[in-house]
């Protein structure tokens, strides 16, 4: 974790081991040169937040201070920022490419060798206070809604992801797994003009996606079936956003001959693929990871600034910051679309 030495000292979610996670006090940290010190108001739990508390992921430094959503307000600049004032609402882009490596060259920053991944890999925003490098941090107008900024983060990854396709407005494409990200991509798919057929095995869940705009597949559907569906609904695309490895499976084995299957889930154990079906069908399988910097984000927030989309609808529950850790339990269990927490003064 980063050299905390201030001595005033704040509230910081803990990871201490899987499934172990404790409100500390840390002393608050100072922003070094070219960096923002945030006073965070609102954070976002995602599905790698989940992961990593549940010790899924093998390479976690602990203890680790979690969390990569959130807003806030600029408290401190360091040495070189100018660009922010004083009590500025700030949204934290939390993947920090290196800007110098061939593929941040190509323009492909979001698979950086090198790339720094805030509350993953580094200390995160689960506390009153972070320091983040001002380049990936995004001012943010009076238009957007807080319960629509701390969502800017997943926003931006539903929209790599749908764009990651070939499939085009006013095209079928269908959404297998209904997460935030499943979600936040139906929704903006919807409003884009494309047709969805959205599926999850949450009733919950899509019926959410009914309200978005889409087509809700019972969550009984058999692969067969679901084939038949997207048959007959002329699917190009399949976007996988389960991030477990039978979804892969079900993706291709139900997909229309000639359709792409866009994985955007991380499942932690191996998906099997028959590549002579594959292959014989002219499938494709493509992948989408995180964003683009900086793009994605400027397009996203243009999205909210213009009221495009709402991605607070897809909101389930909201809790204080201090009942993190029931919080943490809640989404671990699978049945919520999205929770946020609100880091109160």
Same mark, same amino acid.
């Given at each position: 974790?980063?050299?905390?030495? !201030?001595?005033?000292?704040?509230?910081?979610?803990?990871?201490?081991?899987?499934?172990?996670?404790?409100?500390?006090?840390?002393?608050?940290?100072?922003?070094?040169?070219?960096?923002? +010190?945030?006073?965070?108001?609102?954070?976002?739990?995602?599905?790698?937040?989940?992961?990593?508390?549940?010790?899924?992921?093998?390479?976690?430094?602990?203890?680790?201070?979690?969390?990569?959503?959130?807003?806030?307000?600029?408290?401190?600049?360091?040495?070189?920022? *100018?660009?922010?004032?004083?009590?500025?609402? =700030?949204?934290?882009?939390?993947?920090?490419?290196?800007?110098?490596?061939?593929?941040?060259?190509?323009?492909?920053?979001?698979?950086?060798?090198?790339?720094?991944?805030?509350?993953?890999?580094?200390?995160?925003?689960?506390?009153?206070?972070?320091?983040?490098?001002?380049?990936?941090?995004?001012?943010?107008?009076?238009?957007?809604?807080?319960?629509?900024?701390?969502?800017?983060?997943?926003?931006? =990854?539903?929209?790599?992801?749908?764009?990651?396709?070939?499939?085009?407005?006013?095209?079928?494409?269908?959404?297998?797994?209904?997460?935030?990200?499943?979600?936040?991509?139906?929704?903006?798919?919807?409003?884009?003009?494309?047709?969805?057929?959205?599926?999850?095995? =949450?009733?919950?869940?899509?019926?959410?996606?009914?309200?978005?705009?889409?087509?809700?597949?019972?969550?009984?559907?058999?692969?067969?079936?679901?084939?038949?569906?997207?048959?007959?609904?002329?699917?190009?695309?399949?976007?996988?956003?389960?991030?477990?490895?039978?979804?892969?499976?079900?993706?291709?084995?139900?997909?229309?001959?000639?359709? *792409?299957?866009?994985?955007?889930?991380?499942?932690?154990?191996?998906?099997?693929?028959?590549?002579?079906?594959?292959?014989?069908?002219?499938?494709?399988?493509?992948?989408?990871?995180?964003?683009?910097?900086?793009?994605?984000?400027? +397009?996203?927030?243009?999205?909210?600034?213009?009221?495009?989309?709402?991605?607070?609808?897809?909101? *389930?529950?909201?809790?204080?910051?201090?009942?993190?850790?029931?919080?943490?339990?809640?989404?671990?269990?699978?049945?919520?679309?999205?929770?946020?927490? !609100?880091?109160?003064?």
């Amino acid at each position: 974790m980063r050299n905390l030495t !201030h001595t005033a000292t704040m509230k910081a979610g803990v990871l201490q081991k899987p499934q172990v996670i404790e409100l500390r006090d840390f002393a608050i940290p100072e922003p070094g040169e070219g960096e923002v +010190r945030i006073k965070m108001e609102y954070l976002g739990i995602c599905g790698s937040d989940v992961s990593i508390y549940l010790g899924h992921r093998v390479n976690t430094p602990f203890p680790l201070i979690i969390g990569h959503e959130g807003i806030g307000r600029i408290e401190k600049m360091g040495a070189g920022v *100018s660009r922010f004032t004083m009590g500025q609402r =700030v949204v934290i882009e939390p993947n920090f490419p290196c800007g110098h490596c061939a593929l941040c060259w190509q323009g492909r920053g979001n698979i950086c060798p090198h790339k720094r991944i805030f509350g993953v890999l580094e200390t995160g925003c689960f506390a009153e206070y972070a320091v983040v490098p001002a380049q990936f941090t995004w001012a943010l107008s009076d238009s957007i809604a807080d319960e629509d900024a701390v969502l800017i983060e997943p926003l931006a =990854v539903a929209l790599h992801t749908l764009y990651t396709s070939t499939a085009r407005p006013g095209d079928s494409i269908a959404v297998l797994g209904l997460g935030a990200i499943g979600l936040l991509l139906t929704q903006l798919a919807c409003r884009m003009g494309y047709r969805v057929m959205a599926y999850d095995r =949450v009733e919950g869940k899509t019926a959410l996606a009914l309200q978005l705009g889409a087509k809700a597949i019972p969550a009984q559907t058999s692969a067969a079936d679901l084939a038949d569906l997207w048959q007959q609904a002329k699917v190009s695309s399949i976007f996988e956003c389960a991030g477990a490895a039978p979804a892969l499976s079900m993706a291709l084995e139900s997909a229309p001959r000639g359709a *792409s299957v866009v994985v955007a889930g991380l499942a932690d154990k191996p998906s099997a693929i028959n590549e002579f079906s594959l292959t014989r069908q002219g499938q494709q399988v493509l992948s989408s990871i995180i964003y683009q910097h900086p793009l994605d984000f400027q +397009r996203t927030i243009t999205l909210l600034e213009n009221g495009f989309v709402q991605p607070r609808k897809i909101i *389930s529950a909201r809790y204080p910051f201090e009942k993190l850790p029931a919080a943490l339990e809640e989404a671990a269990a699978g049945l919520h679309s999205k929770i946020i927490l !609100h880091v109160y003064s």
